[in-house]
T-cell receptor
C-alpha cells in the first residue's frame, strides 16, 4: 500500500525552466493538497483540491499552477522557476476536507532552482 | 493574515524530563489544532490533534491542552526519550482540515 507517491524526489532546475511535480494517492481520497517547506519553517499550503474537478488557492499560490487530473492524481506546475521556489514540496491527501479527516503526506520532493 | 506563533524555537532536555511547546493563533475561528513531528529529511507525522470543543487530550506520554479564550495551545511530552528528538510543528485550521497554518517549529533535543 503506497499511500501518497510523489515524483521526482530530487530535481535541479535553472531559472526560467518549467517542470511538473506529480502526486498520486491510492487511498481513494477525495481531497489533495500541495505544500512547500522552506528551511527552518513550517509547511505552507500552495493549492488544494477538495474533490475531483475543483482546485483552490492556498496561502502561497503565486508562481504555481495545479491540475487535478483525476481522483488519484494532483500535479503542481512551475511555469518559470525562480530561485525563491527552491524548497521541499509535500503532496498530501485526505478522505474528505472536513475537520476529523486525517491528512496523509507524501515523502517530499526536493527542488533546487539555480 | 492568519498566523501561528510557536515557542521556543529550540528546546534541550535531559532524558526523562518533560518538554512543553507553546503556540498562539490569531484566527479565533480556528477549530482544529494538530501537532506534527518531523525527523530530518522525512515527512511530517501527526502525533496528536485536538478540536476546539475539547480542552485537553492525552495519548500515552503526549498531551495537548487548548485555551480558546487566550487562543493558545500547548504540547506536553512527559518522560522524554532520545527518540523524541525531532522538529515539532503546531498548526491551526478551520473548516478545511488541510488548510493549515503552521508554526515555525521547535527543535527538541533529548540528551541521554
Amino acid at each position: 500500500n503506497a499511500g501518497v507517491t510523489q515524483t521526482p524526489k530530487f530535481q535541479v532546475l535553472k531559472t526560467g525552466q518549467s517542470m511538473t511535480l506529480q502526486c498520486a494517492q491510492d487511498m481513494n481520497h477525495n481531497s489533495m493538497y500541495w505544500y512547500r517547506q522552506d528551511p527552518g519553517m513550517g509547511l505552507r499550503l500552495i493549492y488544494y483540491s477538495a474533490s475531483e474537478g475543483t482546485t483552490d488557492k492556498g496561502e502561497v499560490p503565486n508562481g504555481y499552477n495545479v491540475s487535478r487530473l483525476n481522483k488519484r492524481e494532483f500535479s503542481l506546475r512551475l511555469e518559470s522557476a525562480a530561485p525563491s521556489q527552491t524548497s521541499v514540496y509535500f503532496c498530501a491527501s485526505s478522505a474528505g476536507q472536513g475537520i476529523g479527516n486525517t491528512i496523509y503526506f507524501g515523502e517530499g520532493s526536493w527542488l533546487t532552482v539555480v | 493574515g492568519e498566523n501561528v506563533e510557536q515557542h521556543p524555537s529550540t528546546l534541550s532536555v535531559q532524558e526523562g524530563d518533560s518538554a512543553v511547546i507553546k503556540c498562539t493563533y490569531s484566527d479565533s475561528a480556528s477549530n482544529y489544532f494538530p501537532w506534527y513531528k518531523q525527523e530530518l529529511g522525512k515527512r511530517p507525522q501527526l502525533i496528536i490533534d485536538i478540536r476546539s470543543n475539547v480542552g485537553e487530550k492525552k495519548d500515552q506520554r503526549i498531551a495537548v491542552t487548548l485555551n480558546k479564550t487566550a487562543k493558545h495551545f500547548s504540547l506536553h511530552i512527559t518522560e522524554t526519550q532520545p527518540e523524541d528528538s525531532a522538529v515539532y510543528f503546531c498548526a491551526a485550521s478551520r473548516a478545511i482540515v488541510g488548510k493549515l497554518i503552521f508554526g515555525q517549529g521547535t527543535t527538541l533535543q533529548v540528551k541521554p
